[in-house]
């Protein structure tokens, strides 16, 4: 049974920076893709950025330059450390663990608030 917990959420201020953390268990971590994706309010849920088994990564446009994802397999975690954070970053953010078939699985999201 995959078990996603995602943590580092909080409020931060317009230009600041928050490290996202999510630690898995029941799988075997090292070969799965993982990502962050997000879902604001009113909006359906969107990639922020993935990291595969053999550390590809990928962003979104919108966070590109700004957001840098890894992984730790050895204790397998994942992060995504944001900065320059903007007020359209607000949402939940959401660890996903994608195995070779595709299959996914999903934490219970963690909010992350941009505000002055």
């Known amino acids: 049974q995959v078990h996603l917990v995602e943590s580092g959420g909080g409020l931060v201020q317009p230009g600041g920076s928050l490290r996202l953390s999510c630690s898995a268990s029941?799988?075997?971590?090292?070969?799965?893709?993982m990502g962050w994706y997000r879902q604001a309010p009113g909006k359906e849920r969107e990639l922020v950025a993935l990291i595969s088994s053999s550390y590809n990564i990928n962003y979104s446009d919108s966070v590109k330059g700004r957001f840098t994802i890894s992984r730790d397999n050895a204790k397998s975690m994942v992060f995504l450390q944001m900065n320059s954070l903007k007020p359209e970053d607000t949402a939940v953010y959401y660890c996903?663990?994608?195995?070779?078939?595709?299959?996914?699985?999903w934490g219970e999201g963690t909010l992350v608030t941009v505000s002055s």
């Open positions: 029941g799988i075997i971590f090292r070969v799965y893709a």
């Open positions: 996903n663990a994608k195995n070779r078939f595709g299959v996914d699985s």
